[in-house]
């Protein structure tokens, strides 16, 4: 099938990727001169476990391209995903202007096209967008709903670092549509996708994902407060949690059932709060949802205390993207955490080799500016460096190369928030952060 993307991001660049990878001809649009010329060279315009060889590969083989133009891409493809960001206001509402800017380019270009055209929502949106998406493409190509177009809900479930992975397994895959012909035609382009296809209505669409990311942050601040809990009376949180997850029945699954670090990331943050600015607007009253961000923040709070108890000024801190395989640093508890120690006098020395300065773009590249200015003078891809000159070594993910450090360097302090070795505990010159 064609197919088009709008937003060569993180959603849009995996999308690509995958669906080339499955037969189909991509091509992909964005504002930004840069990530149309990255695709179009082969190139991954994020970094992420085996998109580069997939984009690499799709571009060579001629199923992916990429433009400025929005006629092109909509004239040369009869299914279109809209995947552009979401991010929050400052009241916690969704920004959708990218969402609407598109859907009007959309409808301006499909005056000139002649025959049904299926439009996707990818990006992550809230109840009733669907409907102003299709009263957009409506006005502004003169065709009509259900006739001429169809506007389709079907969210991605991409964890960062295994989303290529995610994308052809997926629980589950989402359609959201009223349309017959425009479930026929998603469910021909999942056909290499191994899940079951869930038909639902519009608005059960549109609304799983803000449910199913509110319910991971819970998860994730749920464990550790019981590791914060267990620390104090001398139990061992993960295997209290290991024990715990063995219930798959009643206790679900034992994905981020890991007591630890903060959660951050672009997906969490932002539909937890989008649930409860909802839930406000509703005059409904929601107390565990409203105070998850407030034990995620506590969380972090732990973490300052810890780094500041052991009175040294040079601290060094291996992984600053939120999640390890990834270097987004957007709502990165790591970057926060650097960011109150500069504000602090400390000196900072961090390690990160999934961080490319020259290749941060975007979102992600003025987020860590504005919180890290000068980001280059603290950063290095020498890990040995980075050790030799700390006194105190935060680790934030579980790395391979970071398990034998704490033997190595018997005089340094380390502050594990990610357990990488689960047969240690706190002792000599090693902290478990929540065990």
């Not at 649930?275 to 961000?293: C, G, Q, W």
Request: charged residues 25%.
């Amino acid at each position: 099938m064609k197919v088009s993307f709008f937003g060569l991001g993180y959603v849009g660049c995996v999308g690509m990727g995958c669906l080339a990878k499955s037969g189909h001809t991509v091509i992909g649009v964005d504002t930004k001169s840069e990530k149309v010329d990255q695709i179009n060279r082969g190139e991954a315009t994020i970094v992420e476990a085996d998109i580069s060889d997939l984009i690499k590969n799709g571009v060579s083989d001629g199923f992916i391209s990429a433009t400025l133009d929005c006629d092109e891409a909509i004239l040369n493809s009869d299914l279109s995903f809209i995947a552009v960001g979401t991010p929050n206001g400052p009241h916690g509402h969704l920004n959708l202007e990218y969402v609407f800017k598109v859907a009007k380019d959309i409808g301006k270009s499909l005056q000139k096209k002649n025959g049904f055209h299926v439009i996707i929502i990818r990006s992550t949106v809230l109840p009733g967008t669907n409907k102003q998406v299709a009263d957009i493409v409506s006005a502004e190509s003169g065709k009509n709903y259900g006739i001429d177009f169809a506007i389709v809900s079907n969210p991605e479930f991409l964890r960062e670092g295994t989303a290529v992975k995610d994308f052809f397994n997926p629980e589950l895959t989402v359609i959201g549509t009223d349309s017959e012909k425009a479930f026929d035609m998603m469910s021909k382009l999942y056909n290499e996708v191994d899940s079951k296809i869930y038909r639902v209505p519009i608005r059960v669409g549109e609304m799983i994902k803000y449910v199913n990311n509110s319910y991971h942050a819970l998860k994730i601040a749920f464990a550790n407060e019981v590791g914060n809990i267990c620390k104090e009376m001398g139990v061992d949180s993960h295997a209290l949690m290991n024990l715990f997850c063995e219930d798959t029945k009643l206790n679900i699954s034992p994905v981020y059932f890991r007591p630890g670090f903060a959660y951050g990331g672009s997906c969490l943050p932002k539909d937890l709060k989008a649930l409860t600015t909802l839930a406000h607007d509703n005059y409904i009253d929601v107390p565990v949802l409203s105070n998850i961000e407030r034990s995620n923040s506590i969380q972090k709070e732990y973490v300052l205390e810890k780094i500041m108890e052991f009175s040294k000024k040079n601290i060094g801190i291996l992984g600053l993207s939120f999640k390890k395989g990834t270097d987004d640093l957007r709502n990165s508890p790591a970057v926060e955490i650097v960011e109150r120690l500069l504000g602090k006098g400390y000196w900072i020395h961090i390690y990160d080799k999934y961080i490319h300065l020259a290749k941060l773009t975007g979102t992600n590249k003025q987020e860590i500016e504005n919180k890290i200015p000068k980001i280059g003078n603290y950063i290095s891809d020498d890990l040995t460096d980075v050790v030799e000159k700390s006194e105190v070594i935060v680790i934030t993910y579980n790395e391979p190369e970071f398990k034998g450090l704490i033997s190595r360097y018997p005089d340094k302090k380390f502050i594990d928030l990610s357990r990488i070795d689960k047969d240690k505990t706190t002792e000599g010159n090693y902290c478990g952060f929540s065990w």
